[in-house]
């Protein structure tokens, strides 16, 4: 039987198919969930469509986390296409290439709320407009990095939004428990994405890993995809508030 029969899932976030959210919709769709998924804007959707082509998805929509009309129209759409529904997965990250490539301490204050507004508060404006749709028992989840909590070169400003994403869905799960819907994060090793190949110094890291995480090996989409399976079914019931690392162990290992 299919862990996710019946169940319906949103996925924000695939940029193409290397994109750790196409992974995990690919995952989510081989266990039986219907899904939807997001593109920023017209030059990307041409990159969506196909895809969701591929997995059947029951419908497609714009999404800018940085437009507050846009929160709006996803709830009405939503609601219009599915009603209720019982997964989000929330694959969203963007810093200004400066801001990665300069001195932390020249961030700037515009780099740092971008930053921050698209990689971290995009959950909370979500779960906000969102939380009339979800389902009883529901699976909320996201996906960070461990340079929230460790200092990672060339990862700065998107280290403190990733830290900001991580509070923000320990908050979220106290707030959204009492609906009996859980609000997890993902943090997943480096994986060759879009997004990853605008952080310096990335090469290195892969490296890195094969060499020294306990695993000697890097983690893949599928291997990030099975844990977002596991959050969004039934089988995390009593898992809320937590970060579920997916990173063959790096993150245990003292790299000096």
């Known amino acids: 039987m299919s862990l996710l029969a019946g169940k319906k899932a949103l996925v924000l976030g695939i940029a193409n198919d290397r994109s750790i959210a196409w992974g995990i919709t690919k995952a989510l769709k081989a266990q039986g969930a219907q899904v939807a998924l997001s593109y920023l804007n017209e030059n990307l959707q041409k ?13 497609i929509f714009e999404m800018d986390v940085t437009v ?6 996803v709830k009405k759409i939503v609601e219009e296409k599915w009603g209720k529904f019982d997964i989000l997965v929330h694959s969203l990250a963007f810093a200004d290439k400066n801001d990665l490539k300069a001195d932390f301490s020249d961030t700037t204050r ?3 709320k971008m930053a921050c507004d698209i990689s971290a508060f995009s959950l909370v404006g979500l779960c906000h407009h969102l939380k009339p749709l979800l389902n009883d028992g529901a699976s909320v989840m996201a996906m960070t990095y461990h ?3 460790q200092v990672v070169p060339g990862y700065n400003v998107m280290g403190v939004a990733k830290a900001a994403l991580e509070s923000s869905a320990r908050y979220l799960a106290e707030d959204l428990g009492r ?19 605008g952080v310096p110094g990335m090469r290195k890291m892969f490296d890195t890993i094969e060499e020294r995480a306990p695993l000697r090996k ?16 039934d089988l995390s019931n009593g898992v809320t508030g937590q970060v579920i690392y997916v990173d063959s162990g790096i993150s245990t290992v003292a790299c000096i």
């Open 47 to 59: 990159r969506v469509e196909p895809l969701a082509d591929e997995v059947g998805a029951d419908f």
């Open 68 to 73: 507050d009309e846009h929160y709006d129209q």
């Open 110 to 112: 515009e780099g740092f």
């Open 147 to 149: 340079g929230s909590v």
């Open 179 to 197: 609906n009996n819907i859980r609000v997890n994060c993902i943090s997943a090793g480096p994986i060759r994405t879009l997004a990853a190949s």
């Open 218 to 233: 890097n983690v893949s989409q599928d291997d990030v995809a099975g844990s977002a399976v596991y959050l969004a079914s």
